[in-house]
Every structure is written in C-alpha cells, then in structure tokens.
C-alpha cells in the first residue's frame, strides 16, 4: 500500500507521562505505516524544556507560525513536587500558556459524542463547544504577598507622563493581592475568532461575564462581543444563529438545562473550569477534543485532559492501564484534516475522517476503555487495556 502524502510539514510538540505512550503508539500504529508526512518535532516533556531552560517550548511555538498547523501532547505543569520529582531548575511556566501567549490564540474545546455513552446531563444532546480566551487575565498575572500592615494601590503611567491611582485595600496586617490585565486588541480577536467559528459551524454564540460586578474589566468583554456582534450581524442573520449574552452564573444554569448545540465564549478562567465540567458532563475527559486557533489562522491541536499522572504510576509499576487515547487520537486526526485542506490535499482530510470514524465505530461496536464502559448504555461493552483499545481502532483502519 501506497502510503498518503502530506505536503507541508506537521508541527509534533511531544509531552509527559501517561499520554506520552500513547502518543508513540498513536505515531507507530496509525501515523507512520499510513502518511508519508514530514514531522518537524519538539520535545515538550519537562525534562527537555528544563535542559533547554524552556526555549524548546517558544520554538515549538515559532513553528506553529511558520507552518500553519501544529499538535500537540499533553505536557507537565511543574509545581513544587514536581519540581523535586524531576530536579527541575525552576517552576516552568505551563507551555500551554506559553504558546496560547505566543499565538494569541483562542482555544476551542468540543466533545466527541458517541452514541452509547449518553450525556450525565439527560438535557444534553448535542456538542457543546467552549471557547475560552486564552491570553491574559490570571494566566498573566502580577501577585503580591502582604506581610504587613500598607497600603496597597494600582497606578497607571501614561507615556505622556499623566498618572492615574486607584486604591485596591488598605491593609491592617498580612494578605494577599493581585494584579491582572487584558488587551482590546487580544479581546477582538477572541472576539472574532468566536463569531468566525460560529458562523462557520453554523451554532448559537453565548457570551458570559460578571459585568454586574467588574464594571470596567468585564464590561470591557462585553462591550466588544456586543460590538462584533453588532457589526456581523448580517452574517449572523445568514447563517441563521443568533447571539447571546447572559451573567456567567445565569450561563451555568441554563447551559445544565439546555440541550446544547452552541458554542459557549468565555473568559480565559471560567473557559478553564467550565471546560472541565462540560467534558465530565459529556463522558469523559478522554472525548474533549480542543483547538488553539490564532487571529491569523494557525492551529494547534490537542486532548483537553492532562498527562493521567494516576495511570502513569500504575504503567510504571507494570500494572495495566486503561487509558483513554481517543482525544489524543483526534488531535492527531484534526490536525491533519486542517493541514489537508490548506494544503488542497483531499487525501489526507479523507485519511484522517476514516481514522475518527474507525475510532467511532470501536466505541459503538461496544470496546471501548475503562473510563467509557462505566458510563456505556451497552451492557455487554468491553473494557480494553490502552493498548488493545488501540489495536482494536488498528483492525477497522
Ligand atoms: P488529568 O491528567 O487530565 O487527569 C485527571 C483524571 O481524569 C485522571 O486521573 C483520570 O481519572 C481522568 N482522565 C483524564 N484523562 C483521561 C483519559 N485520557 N483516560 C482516562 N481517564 C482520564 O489531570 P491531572 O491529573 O490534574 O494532571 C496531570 C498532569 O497533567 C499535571 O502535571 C498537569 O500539569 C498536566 N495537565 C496538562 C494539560 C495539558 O497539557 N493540556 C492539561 C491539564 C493538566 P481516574 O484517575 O479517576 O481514572
Ligand atoms: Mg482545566
């Protein structure tokens, strides 16, 4: 057999742990015998960026830019522990943070829907896609232990020298503050990142924030969605969707009753959270795809979840492990359908439809992973180890 042609080289940003044997897996089973594809790889695990005092990581990022479209392994956050674990130099920052800074980039995360596993939400029906902002606010903050009693302010200078103060707390022993901020600039393109991917997907657009309560950084948000909105809303009326606004805590008790269907902006924090609950509430984290997707269009592909930390100490201790590899599976598979149609290679966007599907059929032919079979409406579905499961997407290719 022939294999496909990939005509531009892939960005590969390798990880950590648990989804770093499966990445292999996924490479030596499903990528190498079927592509001829040029891999323009990075190494991402902790211990590479710690040797390249995290330089590795911006220029996985660089790359992405040169080349259009990237994917990418689940990779450590070190803290403390790990920090120990690993005799890290420092507490690196998250690469995710690192290239989302880089790229500018929105992230938009979709769950898998497979037709045993039912929702924990009977309300939910369809995908729910959360776009998160994904520059600024906490990611970016400024944090000040108090250790006694002062006063604590924020100034702003101006370049022309004009000064602006606003007290934040007049402290009467130790606390804690922090400063945060946002860019119109980086707001508009998430902005518009949001209403491209809606009118393209053809779905509804919630917007949320708590405006009733930051009168000038939340409203901020809000007053550019209302704008965008404003001006796109030819567009809007063409593709027949509309857009909302609700306060986040209004959002999360309509999104739990609402049958889904739409994509859901949010700030970069509750993007965070929010995204966490809408992949347990669909199943598992395993079936959260997610896309980093920059103002000028380039892409990154990922699994919405982490390493599995839990699974790689049974790996390592030789126990079995039924890791769920079906997010990392379609990073790889989403990657590559963007990389074709840029490319105008009908080919490979075929190759990597055929590989979800034979992802798809594996789940609804009742073999799935552990994590799956819980929650299957299938009483007689199997639980495979990481790698039957694997072998078993391989028979159907
Ligand atoms: P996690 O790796 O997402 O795992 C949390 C738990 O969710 C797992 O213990 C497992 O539950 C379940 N789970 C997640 N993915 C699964 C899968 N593919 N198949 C089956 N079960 C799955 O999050 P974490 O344990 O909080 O973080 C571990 C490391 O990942 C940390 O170092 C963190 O910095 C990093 N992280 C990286 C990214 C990223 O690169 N995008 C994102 C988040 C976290 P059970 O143990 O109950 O089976
Ligand atoms: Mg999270």
Known sequence: MSKIKVKTPLVELDGDEMTRIIWKEIKDRFINPYLDIQLDYYDLGVEYRDKTDDKVTVDSAHAIQKYGVGVKCATITPNQDRVKE???KKEWKSP??????????????????VNNIPAALRSW????????????????????????AGKVEIVFTSKSGKEERALIHDFDGPGVVMGQHNLDKSIQSFAQACFNYAISEKIDIWFATKDTISKKYHARFRAIFDDVSAKRADELKKAGI?????LIDDAVAQ????????????????????????????????????????PDGKFEYEAAHGTVTRHYRKYQKGESTSTNSVASIFAWTGAL?????????????????????????????GEMTKDLTLLCTDPNAKSLD??????AVQKRL
């Open 255 to 294: 999104i739990v009753k609402n049958e889904g269907g739409m994509l859901w902006a949010l700030m970069n924090y509750d993007g965070d959270v929010m995204s966490d609950m809408v992949a347990s509430g669909f199943g598992s984290l395993g079936l959260m795809t997610s896309v980093l997707v920059s």
């Open 337 to 365: 359908a963007k990389r074709g149609e840029l490319d105008g290679t009908p080919d490979v966007v075929a190759f990597a439809h055929k590989l979800e599907k034979a992802v798809i059929d594996t789940i609804q032919g």
């Open 125 to 148: 029906k369809k995908p729910i896609t959360v776009g998160r902002h994904a520059y600024g606010d906490l990611y970016k903050d400024t944090e000040l232990y108090i250790p006694e």
């Open 96 to 113: 995710n943070g690192t290239i989302r800074s880089i790229l500018d980039g929105t992230v938009f995360r979709k769950p898998i829907i």
């Open 86 to 88: 690993y005799n890290l």
């Open 386 to 391: 990481t790698f039957q499961f694997m072998e």
């Open 242 to 246: 509309q857009y909302s606004y609700y």
